[in-house]
């Protein structure tokens, strides 16, 4: 059982959901999604443009967007360096995932100019940093990538940055201009609050096994079944432990902190900065963004886990990395001013490659982000839906010429290639919690 928790920064800027149904009954219908974060709520919002006719039900094991959707820094990223263990070193494989970013961020903002969305939106780019001037030969070679693919980019360094961020930590860094910060609860809230109303939602409601049976998938839950003619996951973090591609993808845990906003006094003393991101060079360095109300959110933390539910003690473990973190980047400011803390799930593959596919007559999987799941996560929903629909797009030709996720061993040498990994990187990025 997925544990809901009031930990989440970006939930608790929100007014708590309490108009959520429970599936207790069972049912038929035409579409079943599974999961209500980006992808099941754009899935379903697509297909009901398609066809009103059809019945669509969604089902989620915790409350709707409320899980990775909105746990995640709020980057709607248009380029990445480490989206996963590795790096893309195949020029014409990483043109074809910034097309996908891009798609990902017309998708997002369609959605939102479509419904006159308020979530913090801010074009400002993001920056990729490191505080070790050693990293001048990534930053430099990842500019010459950008630059090769037309994206307007800045090398800076120490003095200039320390304006930018309000912070002497780092030394280096590359700017991105494309990339746009956005509040991740509020966007994914408003995309429920969109759905049509003759869309049926069930939380809490956890599946507990499915089958196929003469071209139809039963679907268990607690108390009741669901019988539908088509089925879409969209779980995420998820897929493998509903045994769906399991040898292609992993959950990782990830946990974040949130400060209370700054004082006055406090923001003058790093410098009156406006918004930013930082994503980390090093693949397990920090991700830090100063917010738009003066938070700073700190993300140094990733681990193989429990996926339902991170214990108050562990958290409270990590919790004390990012104290040191926000310490290391802001001495100035005051040791105890961390509001929120909270664990989320994230979908990775091998070669840090998204799924999209059927899986079988009449099933379908979207998922496996990689950590870039609010621009990646939407247009997926959205074409998924198509394909479930039998249809066709250039999106999804786009889609289908990524590489494609590589296979990964079986348990227990998968978890033990994981934890020999993480320890690598983090002994790389120990300076840059």
């Not at 969604?58 to 709020?74: D, H, K, M, P, T």
């Not at 479509?114 to 990729?128: I, L, P, S």
């Not at 994206?151 to 280096?172: A, R, V």
């Not at 996560?377 to 394909?387: D, H, S, V």
């Amino acid at each position: 059982m997925i544990i809901n928790d009031n930990g989440c920064g970006w939930l608790n800027q929100l007014e708590k959901r309490s108009n959520y149904k429970i599936l207790d009954k069972s049912l038929k219908c035409d579409y079943l999604i599974v999961g209500a974060g980006y992808t099941g709520l754009s899935a379903a919002r697509s297909l009901s443009r398609i066809d009103k006719n059809k019945k669509i039900v969604i089902v989620e094991s915790q409350l709707a967007g409320e899980g990775a959707s909105s746990r995640n820094s709020g980057y709607l990223v248009d380029t990445t360096l480490n989206d996963g263990f590795t790096s893309d070193k195949d020029i014409k494989n990483y043109k074809t995932k910034t097309q996908i970013y891009d798609l990902g961020i017309k998708a997002v903002k369609n959605f939102v100019k479509e419904h006159q969305v308020n979530c913090d939106w801010n074009e400002c780019g993001k920056y990729f940093a490191s505080s070790k001037l050693k990293d001048e030969s990534t930053v430099k070679s990842f500019s010459k990538v950008l630059s090769e693919l037309n994206f307007e980019n800045k090398i800076l360094y120490n003095d200039e940055l320390c304006k930018k961020l309000g912070t002497k930590f780092y030394k280096i860094a590359i700017y991105t201009k494309g990339g746009i910060l956005l509040n991740p609860a509020k966007l994914v809230r408003a995309m429920i609050k969109s759905l049509p109303s003759y869309i049926e939602i069930f939380e809490n409601s956890e599946l507990l096994n499915w089958k196929k049976i003469n071209n139809k998938i039963f679907c268990k839950f607690k108390n009741c079944e669901v019988e539908t003619e088509k089925i879409i996951f969209c779980t995420n973090g998820f897929l493998s432990l509903l045994g769906i591609k399991k040898n292609y993808n992993f959950p990782l845990t990830l946990t974040a902190s949130m400060t209370r906003p700054l004082t006055k006094n406090e923001y003058e003393l790093i410098g009156n900065p406006k918004e930013w991101g930082v994503l980390p060079i090093s693949s397990m360095g920090a991700t830090i963004r100063f917010t738009k109300d003066k938070r700073i959110l700190i993300r140094n933390t990733a681990e193989v886990c429990d996926a339902t539910h991170m214990k108050k003690n562990k958290l409270n473990d990590r919790i004390n990395l990012h104290k040191i973190g926000i310490k290391k980047r802001f001495p100035e400011l005051p040791n105890n001013i961390i509001e929120d803390s909270w664990s989320g799930v994230v979908c990775r593959s091998r070669n840090s490659s998204q799924i999209f596919e059927k899986i079988d007559e009449n099933i379908y999987v979207a998922g496996c982000y990689n950590g870039s799941g609010i621009g990646v996560g939407t247009l997926f929903g959205e074409q998924i839906a198509l394909m479930a629909a039998n249809q066709q797009s250039a999106e999804i030709e786009t889609i289908q010429s990524r590489k494609k996720p590589n296979w990964l061993p079986p348990q227990p040498l998968l978890n033990v290639g994981i934890y020999t990994r993480l320890i690598y990187e983090r002994l790389k990025s120990r300076s840059e919690i």
